[in-house]
């Protein structure tokens, strides 16, 4: 649609105006980040610059005397782990699902989707209990069990939609040419639906570093936590808030899984309106 | 093909399973417990009837927690709708700088709630909040008399309110804008020609034909704010006196920090109605686009 100067001058309003609310607290994360405790203390100082020299330590005691390394170390081997199981789970469910199963598999693939929406403030306390009849409490391992529970459900739905998307006419020519079933969907349909596969490791990788309600209930002790619980929970020695050094480990977290997760985003917010956009 | 027939089972049974031992099994446990007097640590306990749900109707902090519930949900829900029509239709077309504009919108949804959440904590302190500094400089609060953001039982659920729309507000605009770009260009520049313009356009033209996708942004914001607790614990612990206790946060005080199985199940089973009616609309359109 075409507009005059006065239509282009409000869109680029708005954009302006919602993207300094939107990013502002990011923003401050980096500004706090860098900023002397005394700077940041200063009632009398202007929030918005430095008036003092900016400085390292709070990065310097962020990596050095907090454990906030183990978090992260913590927090991608939970995420690989994760991403194991939920391959292993639902590319087969997905195909299955999507080819071999005609009509009712295409009601148990939206059953699947369906347990999605079932949040984790509902099942947190049943599950607290299977956590420990499985002797994990205070395990990394609660959470590497259980968050297949959620992303197996949402990558299932989305890989259905891949194979869906290749046509049937491709695996029965290989079929012809004498591959099995099995060997038609390994040596075919996985290599063809490959960036479908990419979305659902980074997918499932971002929802682990997000997730905070299980990890919060079910582990205990710091030295097993993620970065999601760590920096809110742990981070903050008793009434103090270090907030150059939790500002510092906000940041550092945020904008890589910002940047992983965006790349993908259009690909996500496709398994939401399946049915809704045509 | 015939001996093959299993093959399709046993390519889906094992997500199925998992997802009925780790989903399903704890869905009816949850309803199970709701019904007992079970205790974390204890490992007898015994049925007592509904006495769980009349108890925790008569809990003022419950009754509190619901209604709060309803205002968070709702409050937000309205925001975020509105400030993502607008938002999609300011970023509809291609401009320059486009993809870096849509990487900071994003930046709210993307990165981790609870580390998002503590940056508004920071903002937001009692002592150092830059917006009471920005307050002051306008001279609209006095200078040791800030207000507390958090600490103050409607500023406080209004704080809550704000942060989590912002957190919201990119997901419901990045779909939206998904369904603004799957309306066929020639039909509004067809009306365009007939001489409509730019409101009617959109009152008659693009809201009607963006309802559908609308509702999926308003049903799973609604279901991930009313079922969230996580920007509600880290900004007040639904402080103060309870005044921002919503369902799920109540569930986790009780049921997992106060050892309350029994209790924590049956606050968390209010959750279960809405749920109920999103899965019904859920399986409305998936329908309806098999049937189309």
Known sequence: MRRGWFGRLVMWGVRIVFAVILAFPFYWMLITTFKRNTDLNNLENNPFLFNERPTLEHLRLLFHETMFPRWVLNTAFAGLVVVIITLLLAVPAAYALARLTGNWGAQLGIGVFLTYLIPPTLLFIPLSKVVALLGLQDSLWSIIIVYPSFTIPFSTWLLMGFFKSIPKDLDDA??????????????????????????????????????????????????????????????????VYYWGSLMAACLITSVPIGILYNLFLDRFIEGFTVGAVK | MRRQRWLGPAMFMPAILYIVALVGVPFFMAFFY??????????????????????????????????????????????????ANILALALKDAFPGRRFLRFLILLPWVAPVSIGS????????????????????????????????????????????????????????????????AIPKDIPEAAAVDGAGFFRTLFQITIPMMLPIINVAVLFGAIFTFTDMTVIYILTRGGPYDTTQVIPSEAFFTGVLGSDLAEGATISIFLVPLLVVAAYFMLRTAHRAEVT
């Open chain 2, 118 to 181: 503590l940056g508004w904590k920071w903002i937001l302190d009692s002592l150092y909040s830059v917006i009471s500094w920005v307050g002051v400089q306008l001279h609209i609060f006095h200078k040791f008399d800030t207000p507390m953001w958090l600490g103050e039982p409607k500023l406080a659920m209004m704080s809550v309110i704000l942060v989590h729309t912002w957190h919201m507000l990119p997901f419901a605009t990045v779909i939206i804008l998904a369904g603004l770009t």
């Open chain 2, 34 to 83: 709701s019904l007992t007097d079970a205790k974390v640590g204890s490992t007898t306990y015994h049925f007592v009837g509904l006495h769980n749900f009349v108890d925790v109707l008569r809990n003022p902090t419950f009754r509190r927690s619901l209604q709060n519930s309803f205002v968070f949900t709702i409050c937000s829900q309205i925001l975020v709708l509105i400030g």
């Open chain 1, 174 to 239: 290989a079929m012809v040419d004498g591959l099995t079933r099995w060997g038609a969907f390994v040596k075919l349909m996985i290599p063809m639906s490959l960036s479908g596969i990419l979305t659902v490791v980074i997918f499932s990788f971002t929802l682990v570093t997000q997730e905070f309600v299980y990890a919060l209930t079910f582990i205990a002790s710091a030295a097993h936590q993620t970065v999601g619980v760590g920096v809110p929970t742990f981070l903050v020695r008793g009434d």
